[in-house]
């Protein structure tokens, strides 16, 4: 991904220079620039570009794995994978588009955009923030290094116990499974503190929880859903792990064991999971819609309250996945009720959509046809979703390619729509030249065209009858015309993905000749547009005051004595020019990344040798140990700049070693409240 | 902890307000985390109520609890949240030297407790329930396990105070860092209430 050279202020000092300290600890980097400037960055802004590039290269590495599935499956009886090696990369290809694709590309609009659109300088705990994406990472490639060590995961993503016991899957591959998710859901669960606490915590001032923007809304909700469901997939995996690494009796039936705990708990974890995944796209789509149709949201409080209800309600329909394994008719009763109940606030949402649209002027632009994209294919989703509700319906669809079908439509025609609106909205935002619309536009058609050809002629299949995750079919089931389709059409998405590919390569290029887009090329809503582009490594040279929703569209519009909307200003004219004087920024530092290493050892060390266990823990223990130790700031200048509210002096250290001990541990109520004070609306929610 | 030489942070004065909500990051941070393992143990918990009568073979329940013993380590346990109580109490009023001799209690009565848990896991070794004999056995090793080592991870945050106290670094004006400690030391307690309650006196 393109390095962005962000202005030089007063802060930044040669690259490389460190401070001399006399504890023998590292003393905090300061390089913002190079190779250096990345691994030690704390700017939410650098993390989030982290994310994003992390998550596109999975996405290349999942999609080899997906075609590689479409090529065995475009004939009958084809041998281009042995069974064992089918199991694998199915398995793979579930695992890395979900945890390594879908959830770090919301996490990488989440940690961009959250503090811009809140008004603040960074997130509530910088180096925890860094220490997600490093431990993240960490997590994604010690995953995926099983491939060179034995072979991968081979149990399916929802790796059902017992069948992922040693007995069934004596390889490495579900250890690798096991604690590489762990090591990713430490990642997922101190990101989704950080960002709970950020959203909570430093909202400029006026800007109470109604006047936040959806996305914002949304990838709270996004958090909190993940705060809550992280640990119990961590007991689903500890107990696996114990099982397999520690001969522990939890899924060993001959024990007495109950095969259905482990389903119990991973869709306790898994159906959260399932918003956890779409929730910030439907934040994104929120945030583009409006724009592209020259209207406010319709309904805000609707889509707010709807999301907060998808994320409750959420919590009740897990059972839905497990409608074949035998519960009883009272539980499917009742589950396939509250599944069906579900799909209400997310009809409020896409009719919402469809309300802001009308009577709108509409441009079709390359964000705006991916939103629309986004609204017509999760529709697809939802319907064939609530066909799963009907428990009779779903006994028959189990397993079969209808399911594939379904969350395809959902999490591809859903998520990853929506994420792809995203980077051609935001690109501007982030690096500073747009991605070119007409090849966007290309992108987008082939995709939409592949897509529905991929998944589409699934909902056949499976209809007629055809199983998931067996390795091939025979001929003469009538299967290979709708394998053949769903074939081509992968192969036309990959095309469509190279197409997105070359056009950040090309747009780059061109964008040299191009005017720049300015603050605010969109002429868009949101906190964020009023800022320089690329956003300055400051973000916002004074806290702004927010007085309503799309406060920033109001100091652009407004009404004259007739009550028409007249423009009184443009974007670039009110937008912050970008002078950091004002700001204080917390300090680079190494030991996130540094502590983050010691995640994949103590996994590599109790596959193979606790020795190396061992090493992982003096790892993971020295870098709390030097995180908590670190000095606060460069020393040259005085302790607190400006900024109080993004605490820049290592108080996240408190989180792992000694919580509250850094300087933030201010009294409450000291100092003056802010202009609209909103406390008593945020307790509401925080308690 | 971050550094010793400077002090705390005049911060909110300097920009005009603190956080939104009034509650600094860190013990939002740590109400937040907290309410986040709730689910973890709700899971252990989960599965140790479904799996504890279902061995086939081996001891039980009723067969190595000693049920007086694990009394008194419970109420050692529970008491340490009345000293840590009376440790923010102390630091609080400004009273350094309390506050660090109501640490000190805290973290002994809960190195009590664990001492307490190594020599019942060591009893019941010996009369013959390891961790994997049988279900009932990796479901209790694992769910009061868990217990107690986040109580360790919680004496090691006291020590770090007591530490931090030492070297002159814990004056009222850092009594929040006692308090975070203080919510994460009453939580780890609260939980044995109730696995107390749940694994050993249910029958």
Known sequence: ?687 | MADVTHAPAPAAAVHGHGTTTGISNAKLAMWVYLSSDCLLFGGLISTYLLLRHRSVQGLGPADVFDIPFTSVSSFVLQMSSLTMALAVAAITRGDVRRNRVWLLTTAMLGATFIGGQVYEFTTFYREGLGFTTNIFGSAFYTLTGFHGAHVVVGIVMLMSLLMMSFRGNLGPERSDAVEIVGLYWHFVDIVWILIFTIVYLIP
């Open chain 1, 1 to 687: 991904m393109a390095i962005i050279e962000r202005p030089t202020d007063t802060l930044a000092l040669p690259p490389g220079a460190t401070a001399h300290n006399p504890l023998g600890v590292f003393a905090r980097p300061r390089a913002k620039t190079g190779w250096r400037g990345w691994v030690s960055t704390v700017d939410h802004k650098k993390i989030g570009i982290m994310y994003g590039a992390a998550a596109l290269f999975f996405f290349v590495v999942g999609g080899v794995e997906a075609l590689m599935i479409r090529a065995q499956l475009a004939a009958p009886g084809q041998k281009l994978m042995s069974a064992d090696l089918y199991n694998q990369v199915f398995t793979m290809h579930g695992v890395t588009m979900i945890f390594l694709v879908i959830m770090p590309m919301g996490a990488a609009f989440m940690n961009y955009l959250i503090p811009l659109q809140i008004g603040a300088r960074d997130v509530a705990f910088p180096r925890l923030n860094a220490l997600s994406f490093w431990t993240f990472l960490a997590g994604g490639i010690f995953l995926n290094t099983s491939w060179f060590l034995g072979g991968g995961p081979d149990g399916g993503w929802f790796a059902y116990a017992p069948n992922t016991g040693v007995a069934f899957s004596p390889s490495h591959g579900m250890d690798f499974y096991a604690i590489g998710l762990q090591i990713t859901g430490i990642a997922s669960l101190v990101g989704g503190i950080n960002l709970v606490v950020t959203v909570l915590n430093l909202r400029a001032p006026g800007m109470s929880l109604m006047k936040m923007p959806v996305f914002t809304w949304m990838s709270f909700v996004t958090q909190v859903l993940l705060v809550f469901a992280i640990p119990v997939i961590s007991v689903a995996l500890f107990l696996l792990t114990f099982d397999r690494l520690f001969d522990a009796n939890f899924f060993d039936v001959g024990q007495g064991a109950d095969p259905l705990l482990w389903e119990h708990l991973f869709w306790i974890f898994g159906h959260p999971e399932v918003y956890i995944l779409i929730l910030p796209a439907f934040g994104i789509v929120s945030e583009i819609i409006p724009v592209f149709s020259r209207k406010p949201i319709f309904g805000y409080p609707f889509m707010v309250f709807s999301g907060i209800a998808i994320g409750f309600m959420g919590w009740g329909v897990w059972a839905h996945h497990m409608f074949a394994s035998g519960l009883g008719p009272i539980s499917v009763a009742a589950f396939s009720v509250s599944t069906m109940f579900i799909a209400v606030p997310t009809g409020v949402k896409i009719l919402n959509w469809m309300a802001t649209m009308w009577g709108g002027k509409i441009t079709f632009t390359t964000p705006m046809l991916w939103a629309v994209g986004l609204v017509a294919m999760f529709t697809i989703g939802g319907l064939s979703g609530v066909t799963h509700a009907v428990a009779p319906a779903d006994t028959q669809q189990t397993d079969t390619y209808y399911i594939v079908a379904h969350f395809h439509y959902v999490i591809f025609g859903g998520a990853l729509f929506g994420f792809m609106g995203g980077f051609y909205f935001w690109w501007p935002k982030v690096f500073g030249y747009v991605l070119n619309d007409k090849v966007g536009k290309v992108h987008f058609w082939l995709t939409l065209i592949g897509f529905n050809l991929t998944f589409g002629p699934m909902h056949i299949l499976g209809l007629q009858g055809m199983s998931r995750r067996i390795p091939t079919y025979r001929d003469g089931y009538g299967f290979n015309l709708w394998n053949m389709v769903s074939t081509i059409g992968a192969f036309t998405i990959a095309i469509a993905m190279l197409v997105f590919f070359v056009n950040i390569v090309r747009s780059k290029r061109q964008a040299a000749d191009l005017p720049p887009p300015g603050p605010d090329p969109w002429d868009a809503r949101s906190l964020e547009w009023s800022i320089q582009s690329p956003t300055p490594e400051h973000n916002f040279d004074d806290d702004p005051i927010i007085t309503r929703l799309d406060d920033f569209w109001h100091r652009k519009y407004q009404e004259d004595e007739e009550g028409r909307v007249v423009q009184v200003a443009t974007g670039a004219e009110v937008a912050m020019p970008g002078d950091p004087s004002r700001a204080h920024l917390p300090a680079p530092s190494y030991w996130p990344i540094f502590l983050s290493a010691g995640f994949p050892l103590i996994g590599y060390g109790l596959i193979y040798n606790l020795t190396l266990a061992a090493i992982g823990a003096a790892v993971v223990l020295g870098g709390i140990v030097g995180w908590a130790l670190e000095p606060p700031d460069d020393e040259d200048l005085p302790p607190h700049g400006p900024d109080a509210r993004t605490d820049p002096s290592g108080a996240d250290a408190a989180e792992l070693a000694d919580p509250g001990a850094g300087p933030e541990a201010i009294p409450p109520g000291e100092g003056p409240e802010p202009a609209v004070a909103p406390t008593g609306e945020a307790v509401t929610v925080g308690g």
